[in-house]
T-cell receptor, first 111, second 115 residues
Framework: DAKTTQPPSMDCAEGRAANLPCNHS???????VYWYRQIHSQGPQYIIHGLKNNETNEMASLIITEDRKSSTLILPHATLRDTAVYYCIVRAYSGNTPLVFGKGTRLSVIA | NAGVTQTPKFRVLKTGQSMTLLCAQDMNHEYMYWYRQDPGMGLRLIHYSVGEGTTAKGEVPDGYNVSRLKKQNFLLGLESAAPSQTSVYFC??????????????FGPGTRLTVL
């Protein structure tokens, strides 16, 4: 079973920041937080990952709370093309631990 | 780079028929995966491979077999298709080194309908 909890859906106005929350209260010390997204019926796409520090790349920022029990993915300036299902996944960084996908959050960016 | 490709894109089978789905990657990745996605659900891992000649079961392996005879290819077989196997099948790959391990690259998917 997925070890994360996400809201089933969210709306965001185009051009505004989209903040997607994720709860992972049972996360272990060796588990990272990963975010993927799936646009329409395409294959999922990697966005970002982190352990305990905040991370930023060209797509998004990841904010992880100090106790690591929750995190927020931030899309700074959402566009219509960011409409997708966003998956938050916790995964151990050891060996070949598979990704376990939950149902994710369906983000709708509205013009 | 083509990335991860899947063949075929669509297929309709009758119950009891067999078929093989082909996944190919040109990134020299060690790890390859097969997932299925049912409507409104997240992806579930069927089988995976950590290298040529090795395979392992995932979350939902029953009714499927896999083979990894070449590093770049990962085949998923359905010996006797059932309507419950109607789904979209995604293949993915990732590397073993620290840089490429974190990102799985997914193919475009194969839509399979079993009547």
């Amino acid at each position: 079973d997925a070890k994360t909890t996400q809201p089933p859906s969210m709306d965001c106005a185009e051009g505004r920041a989209a903040n997607l929350p994720c709860n992972h209260s049972t996360i272990s010390g060796n588990e990272y937080v990963y975010w993927y997204r799936q646009i329409h019926s395409q294959g999922p796409q990697y966005i970002i990952h982190g352990l305990k520090n905040n991370e930023t790349n060209e797509m998004a920022s990841l904010i992880i709370t100090e106790d690591r029990k929750s995190s927020t993915l931030i899309l700074p300036h959402a566009t219509l093309r960011d409409t997708a299902v966003y998956y938050c996944i916790v995964r151990a960084y050891s060996g070949n631990t598979p990704l376990v996908f939950g149902k994710g959050t369906r983000l709708s960016v509205i013009a | 780079n083509a990335g991860v490709t899947q063949t075929p894109k669509f297929r309709v089978l009758k119950t009891g028929q067999s078929m093989t789905l082909l996944c190919a990657q040109d990134m020299n990745h060690e790890y390859m995966y097969w997932y299925r996605q049912d409507p409104g659900m997240g992806l579930r891992l069927i089988h995976y491979s950590v290298g040529e000649g090795t395979t392992a079961k995932g979350e939902v392996p029953d009714g499927y077999n896999v083979s990894r005879l070449k590093k770049q290819n990962f085949l998923l077989g359905l010996e006797s298709a059932a309507p419950s196997q109607t789904s979209v099948y995604f293949c993915a790959s990732s590397g073993r080194d620290r840089l490429s391990y974190n990102e799985q690259f997914f193919g475009p998917g194969t839509r399979l309908t079993v009547l």
